[in-house]
């Protein structure tokens, strides 16, 4: 796979008959106007080959599925009970360690079309709960703005989001795609986030993405256009200098961003299914970041050993602290014996991660104030937390 560097828009797009008429399709036909277009019944009859070349096509298809989703995490670890609204798959980025590596083998970027059943659907759930606050990121399963500056979906996104008082959608980038979103009607309901990780991995694992400065210097813009912020250290790795780099990084984001505008910080260890190692191992023989040892997880992932873990969380909580005390820092998928080494505490005592994180959106957003329950609980998905969780409700009735 080539390295597609960030400004380099879609030479050529597939896309299906029945999503012809979509606003994206006509969107991309206005941004992208020498693109090579083929239209095709299904994607499905594109040749594999066509899809694993050197310039695969980006593909605009009709999603079958249920765009709303919880986070598929796993019942032993507490999850931050983010909901996904599931707007296309994969990413061209390349970061080395990309788990998304593990999940497919082809690197075409594919887009959702009926983006009006998407926002259908959205809309239903936000209705039918409306004392539920729904926290929404589009970056699970690709970056939320890789391709925002042709696909313009970010002008979408964002009123939409505004106008439901009981949601906030998080934008989850490595890019500096963020010219679209300097107009838009926000009122205070989109975080922009970004992934921070130390100088030598971003030059060395992530060299498809924006450079630590253009991060930065993105969210300090997006600060200035009354956006809230959260970053996410994810993952971190052991590495020499591995403690005197992490300071670096967040020594250069506190001297561009106030702290008080950012909702929250998570912190994740490197982890991996042992198949993601092969196929890194494949594409680069002498990545050294998986070589140490590790444990295997109850979820079948390779971690760090606890105590390294926990020092790698407590070391970069330590800096982070230093410059707001008052900062919400939570760890991403990780055990109630990290948590209480690391915070002093088990999330489940604060009425579990879910909770704890949609408190952060109330006080420091203002969103969601008479909202008195979590997404977490409604949607499906495969999260189940590890204090049992709470029973589904009937189905919506009028879900597309
Ligand atoms: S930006 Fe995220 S989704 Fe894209 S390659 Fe990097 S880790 Fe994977």
Request: charged share 20%; aromatic share 12%.
């Amino acid at each position: 796979m080539t390295m597609t560097h960030l400004t380099t828009p879609p030479h050529s797009i597939a896309v299906e008959e029945s999503v012809l008429d979509s606003p994206l399709v006509e969107t991309l036909r206005r941004t992208l106007p020498n693109a090579r277009w083929t239209v095709v019944p299904d994607i499905s009859s594109l040749a594999p080959p066509s899809l694993s070349s050197h310039d695969p096509p980006l593909t605009i298809v009709r999603f079958k599925g249920r765009f709303l989703r919880s986070c598929p995490a796993t019942k032993f670890y507490h999850c931050c009970g983010y909901t996904i609204l599931h707007f296309g798959e994969r990413c061209t980025i390349g970061c080395r360690y990309c788990i998304l590596q593990a999940y497919w083998n082809q690197p075409h970027l594919k887009l959702f079309g009926n983006t009006h059943e998407m926002f259908t659907e959205a809309a239903s759930w936000f209705a039918r709960y409306r004392e539920t606050l729904f926290r929404v990121g589009t970056g699970e399963f690709t970056d939320s703005l890789l391709l925002d500056p042709w696909t313009g979906f970010s002008e979408q996104l964002v009123p939409f989001f505004a106008s439901h008082p009981n949601a906030v959608l998080e934008l989850k980038t490595k890019t500096n795609h963020i010219k679209r979103l300097q107009d838009l009607d926000h009122r205070g309901h989109t975080i922009v986030s970004w992934s921070l990780n130390a100088p030598t991995i971003v030059a060395q694992e992530e060299r498809g993405a924006a450079s630590l400065t253009q991060r930065i210097e993105a969210a300090r813009r997006c600060l200035e256009w009354g956006y809230f912020l959260a970053f996410h250290f994810d993952p971190l790795f052991l590495f020499p200098g591995w403690e005197r780099e992490y300071r670096e990084t967040i020594e250069r984001l506190f001297r561009s961003i106030p702290p008080e505008k950012i909702v929250y910080i998570s912190l994740g260890a490197f982890r991996f299914m042992p198949a993601l190692k092969e196929t890194i191992l494949r594409k680069n023989p002498s990545w050294k970041l998986a070589s140490g040892e590790f444990v295997t997880s109850p979820d079948g992932k390779k971690r760090y050993f606890i105590d390294i873990r926990v020092t790698l969380y407590r070391k970069v909580l330590e800096h982070l602290y230093s410059f707001a005390s008052d900062l919400f820092v939570y760890c991403c998928m990780e055990n109630t014996s990290v948590w209480e080494q690391v915070f002093g505490f088990d999330p489940s005592s604060r009425g579990g991660l879910p909770a704890m994180l949609d408190d952060a959106v109330k006080r420091r957003m203002g969103i969601g104030v008479d909202c008195h329950s979590s997404a977490i609980s409604l949607l499906p998905g495969k999260c189940q937390q590890p204090w049992g969780g709470v029973s589904l409700p009937a189905p919506i009735a009028n879900l597309p």
